[in-house]
């Protein structure tokens, strides 16, 4: 039985806007043994502040983060999206809690990247942010449900880190990564809008519960590029059908 690999898991954050949270994010992972940090789109990024609280061997994790200017680059390498949020609801039902979702990864993370997706300080992830994550994930607290930004990442992790060194699960396969499942959820789209099953007021309502269900059990790749061949029929189907349709009005 494989244990959960601390190398194939990363943590992004989506338009952080103070400096010193950055540094202290890096300082939390590196405690824990996690290195893959990512910054989308920061608001802020003074390395000189940084610095400040990316003390010691982190400073290294800091040199070597990647930055991207939007979500799908970030996100686009991983097979596995974690959404963290401290706002929950009918939109985004916290599914996991971070010692559930630690044991949940021991098989995933075996072959495939996984990313802990973190928001803006302000306002966390919003429901945009969140359409492309697997699972989404909620700390519990007393009353005030508001955790500084290093915190909640350091809560993560050590979960992580315990389910690291706990017992080992049966790994899963290679599954898909985030940029086949956009180019299949885009396709999905678009077949479905052609046959009428998407509302054309409000198409991303509608595509959000077919994600939602696609989530529920990760996609391998080949389970990908079967969905899209049917959408590839779906599509010609309709084709045809518009064809005749525009035959029988000449």
């Not at 939007?70 to 991983?78: E, F, H, M, S």
């Not at 959820?185 to 509608?206: M, V």
């Amino acid at each position: 039985m494989e244990k959960l690999k601390l190398e194939n898991i990363g943590v992004i954050l989506v338009e952080p806007q103070i400096p010193e949270n950055i540094g202290s994010v890096a300082r939390a992972m590196f405690n824990m043994g996690i290195r893959d940090l990512s910054l989308v789109n920061p608001k802020n990024c003074d390395l000189s502040r940084v610095l400040k609280t990316a003390t010691g061997p982190s400073i290294d994790l800091v040199e070597e983060m990647g930055v991207f200017d939007d979500l799908p680059a970030a996100t686009g390498p991983y097979s596995y999206v974690v959404g963290t949020t401290a706002r929950v609801g009918s939109l985004r039902p916290a599914q996991r809690e971070p010692r559930q979702l630690a044991v949940d990864l021991i098989p995933i993370a075996q072959n495939n990247r996984v990313a802990l997706l973190f928001g803006p300080e302000d306002r966390g992830l919003s429901n945009e942010h969140l359409r492309c994550c697997h699972v989404i994930a909620n700390i519990p607290t007393a009353e005030f449900s508001s955790l500084n930004l290093a915190q909640a990442v350091m809560i993560f992790c050590y979960e992580i880190l315990l389910a690291h060194r706990g017992p080992g699960k049966k790994a899963e396969p290679r599954l898909a990564d985030n940029f086949e499942l956009e180019g299949m959820y885009a396709h999905l789209k678009d077949a479905l809008s052609r046959i009428g099953f998407l509302d054309p007021q409000n198409p991303e309502h509608w595509m959000l519960n077919v994600r939602r269900f696609l989530s529920r059990y990760p996609l391998r790749a080949r389970e990908v590029r079967v969905l899209r061949g049917i959408c590839r029929q779906i599509t010609w189907y309709a084709g045809q059908a518009e064809k005749r349709q525009a035959d029988k009005e000449t």
